[in-house]
């Protein structure tokens, strides 16, 4: 199966902004991947803040933003919040089978 | 309230087996795929594996293809899955997925698998 690849890890400063990639061994990312971004902070259940590359859910703050950006997947995030610190999974899938990326800290400092 | 709840989670020997169960409500379960993950203490998340809104079609991640197995009972709002053959390296919180675009998650079960 596919290998997803995200930064592991990644700094942004209060207010700034900060791009993260999600990448699959098998080429570009596309549409067809119906890319997931899922925010997960310590101790609680992942939520998923992102579906089919650039949906929103209703609980999914304005400043996350998604995208596909040169050949990979990509979660924006303008004018961050302490409250954003947290491990982002991406998930590609397949035609049925997922793959998760193998997440990315992000640390707001 | 949308919930998904899941158990049958515990301590079990390697080579052993154990049936998880995941109970939903709150949401029209079977209009939906469901999906399991795990994730290992201190790790990332892991799909599993999911099945579609009747059952039909399943697919699995190669790491557990052969030693687990998914189904679900509509009547009953459930979704199972049976891991055979367990590894000490499948210890992890398992816990199911559903939704149109991954909306709800349970909470999990642990299962560690130690002699």
């Known amino acids: 199966q596919a290998v997803v690849t995200q930064e592991p890890s990644l700094t942004v400063s209060p207010g700034g902004t900060v791009t993260l990639t999600c990448g699959s061994s098998?080429?570009?990312?596309?549409?067809?991947?119906?890319t997931y971004w899922l925010q997960q902070k310590p101790g609680q259940v992942p939520r998923t803040l992102i579906y089919?590359?650039?949906n929103k859910h209703s609980w999914t703050p304005a400043r996350f933003s998604g995208s596909l950006l040169g050949g990979k997947a990509a979660l924006t995030l303008s004018g961050a919040q302490p409250e954003d610190e947290a491990d982002y999974y991406c998930?590609?899938?397949?035609?049925?089978?997922?793959?998760f990326g193998g997440g990315t800290k992000l640390t707001v400092l | 309230e949308v919930q998904l709840v899941e158990s049958g989670g515990g301590l079990v020997q390697p080579g052993g087996s154990l049936r998880l169960s995941c109970a939903a409500s709150?949401?029209?379960?079977?209009?939906?795929?469901m999906t399991w993950v795990r994730q290992a203490p201190g790790k990332g998340l892991e799909w599993l594996a999911n099945i579609n809104q009747d059952g039909s079609v399943k697919f699995y991640a190669d790491s557990v293809k052969g030693r687990f197995s998914i189904s679900r009972d509509n009547a009953k709002n459930s979704v199972y899955l049976q891991m055979n053959s367990l590894r000490v390296e499948d210890t992890a919180v398992y816990s199911c997925?559903?939704?149109?675009?991954?909306?709800?998650w349970g909470q999990g079960t642990l299962v560690t698998v130690s002699s």
């Open positions: 997925e559903g939704g149109a675009a991954a909306d709800f």
């Open positions: 089919d590359t650039s």
């Open positions: 098998t080429g570009t990312v596309t549409s067809g991947h119906y």
């Open positions: 709150g949401f029209t379960f079977s209009k939906f795929w």
């Open positions: 998930l590609l899938t397949y035609s049925g089978p997922w793959v």
